[in-house]
């Protein structure tokens, strides 16, 4: 049944069902009890049909609310869909550009599983990992937006507070951020560092500026980019941002 008679039948109904009431008691006021019970009939029946058509139409908004919410769960599972194939396309990304400089001295030690395309996995203190040229991986905390540079099963961590970095087969250049460290300050370190970390020995040499840093890298032989990537945009394809419509 369509809207539009269901209002019909409602208004209609309702008219009815208003009319045979006033009738019904004049007549009895005026002692016509048979006329007082064809009026209670109608009244009656007009109040089935009003009934009939509040019901029906109970139903339709029903239907209707529920094809509504359908739709934006869809919806929703579209987008989900989406973000998710685009999340995994970022990941792939930076595993690809890993793949280009495995550390050569690791070079027939990478596990087969080491750079696959794996879900997200965070470790018991809720920072996520986040794969690294072999051995190496990135304990990255959402919250700061940087990473803490470990080997995976080591209690070891090498850099701490990553916020930028690029890398070759040998070396990486780092920018720290301290500032939300109160741990790393009052141990000395300043909000922000620049490190030259050696991936073959695992030492490190510090400089005061990115000028600086960019020079002991050239002198060092360090031959990857000199541009740094933001660890929290590596890090997209893992980590799930908040968004504001």
């Not at 019970?37 to 029906?56: D, E, R, T």
């Not at 998710?84 to 792939?92: G, M, N, P, T, Y």
């Not at 940087?146 to 080591?154: A, H, S, W, Y």
Request: glycine share 6%; hydrophobic share 40%; charged share 20%.
């Amino acid at each position: 049944m369509s809207f539009a008679l269901i209002m019909i039948g409602l208004i209609i109904g309702g008219l009815m069902t208003i009319v045979s009431l006033v009738f019904a008691i004049i007549s009895l006021a005026n002692g016509r009890s048979n006329k007082a019970v064809v009026w209670g009939i109608g009244f009656i029946i007009a109040l089935i049909l009003v009934i009939i058509s509040v019901y029906q139409m109970v139903h339709k908004v029903s239907d209707k609310v529920k094809d509504g919410i359908d739709w934006v769960k869809e919806q929703e599972n579209v987008r989900t869909s989406e973000e998710d194939l685009a999340r995994k396309d970022e990941r792939q990304e930076w595993l690809d550009s890993l793949q280009l400089h495995n550390i050569e001295k690791y070079e027939n030690k990478i596990p087969a599983d080491y750079y696959i395309n794996n879900p997200p996995v965070k470790d018991a203190n809720g920072k996520t990992i986040i794969p690294f040229l072999y051995p190496f991986q990135f304990l990255y905390n959402n919250v700061a937006q940087t990473g803490d540079i470990v080997i995976n099963g080591e209690d070891s961590v090498f850099v701490n507070n990553v916020s930028q970095i690029a890398f070759d087969e040998n070396f990486a250049i780092i920018k720290v951020d301290n500032s939300q460290s109160q741990e790393m300050q009052k141990a000395g370190h300043p909000e922000i560092e620049y490190l030259l970390f050696d991936l073959r020995t695992r030492n490190f040499e510090t400089a005061p500026n990115l000028e600086k840093l960019l020079n002991l890298a050239d002198r060092i032989g360090y031959v990857g980019p000199l541009q740094m990537q933001y660890l929290s945009d590596v890090c997209r394809g893992w980590v799930e941002y908040p968004t504001y419509d």
